[in-house]
């Protein structure tokens, strides 16, 4: 009964930190709007006719990238997501392995359903939760990329909390160094997570305000993970700021392969340097640790200035 009586009153205990986090959001904009402008896009369309999402986990793709995917899917684009993990180590509580498999891959049929995405549409793929950094996934991403043959990819940010979201990054290099050529006419599109890439270090900032309520609906059919993702409304308050009071937006980062094949082999190569930053990298929770969490990014998030 406390847990349940805890869980009542958190979102009213999370509401009186939204005064002390707007203002902090406004001067985090406007103290680095320079920056922002110098380096950012700001668009209300992104480009490609066939795009592919890549996504860690069930959830991820709508988290990070959820507004690209309605307004392309409005826009009568084709869309494909692939769960390059079977998303098995976090359900229900109760369930275990193969039960939360399943239970994740009906949650992302779901969502698909409500947004008129095709089931065919969705692609799993076989690494296990947590274990993808050291899963080859070479000849699975091969075959879906030269099936597919999509102009556009998004992937979660190469710095980040969870391990699984870098590695992401690094299966994409590994595909590109064994099989040359497979992205070269490919637009890459880096999203945000927990871990915030935000408009400092984005080059396209996309407006999402049309399609934002849509987006935070879906995310209550998530509901093995027993969160409200309370993160989500404060990362995209933020970066709509960019565009004004009011709006909602999701940050980029849009490169292509040459580009990230360098940054990566200069920075990642041997994933040392994020073993070293992992442990400085603070996960958005919530309201309580927003300003602790964008303020770590401007320190720990410096090399992504190189990627533009």
Request: aromatic content about 10%; hydrophobic content about 35%; glycine content about 6%.
């Amino acid at each position: 009964m406390l847990s349940t009586l805890k869980r009542s009153l958190k979102p009213l205990l999370l509401k009186t930190y939204n005064s002390r986090n707007n203002k902090f959001s406004k001067d985090f904009i406007n103290s680095n709007r320079e920056r922002i402008e110098e380096r950012n896009q700001l668009i209300t369309s992104l480009p490609g006719e066939k795009i592919l999402v890549l996504a860690p986990h069930v959830d991820d793709d709508m988290i990070g990238c959820g507004g690209a995917i309605l307004k392309y899917l409005k826009e009568g684009k084709e869309v494909h997501i692939a769960y390059l993990t079977q998303s098995n180590k976090r359900g229900s509580i109760g369930l275990q392995g193969e039960e939360i498999m399943i239970e994740r891959k009906r949650e992302a049929e779901t969502v698909a359903k409500k947004i008129g995405l095709p089931l065919n549409h969705l692609h799993f793929l076989s690494a296990s939760d947590s274990e993808l950094l050291t899963t080859d996934l070479t000849e699975e991403l091969g075959s879906m990329m030269s099936r597919l043959n999509p102009d556009v990819v998004f992937f979660p940010s190469i710095i980040d909390t969870h391990t699984d979201h870098y590695a992401v990054s690094k299966k994409l290099y590994e595909l590109a160094k064994e099989q040359n050529g497979v992205l070269d006419h490919v637009y890459l599109m880096m999203y945000e997570v927990q871990n915030p890439i935000s408009p400092v270090y984005s080059n396209r900032i996309l407006d999402i305000t049309e399609v934002y309520n849509e987006k935070v609906s879906l995310l209550h059919y998530y509901k093995s993970q027993q969160t409200r993702f309370y993160f989500l409304p404060i990362m995209n308050h933020l970066n709509g700021l960019v565009f004004g009071e009011g709006k909602k937006a999701e940050v980029y980062i849009e490169t292509n392969i040459q580009d990230y094949l360098n940054f990566v082999e200069k920075h990642f190569g041997d994933n040392e340097y994020y073993f070293h930053l992992k442990p400085q990298l603070i996960g958005h929770r919530d309201h309580r640790n927003t300003i602790p969490t964008y303020n770590n990014i401007l320190e720990s998030k410096k090399v992504l200035n190189e990627l533009i």
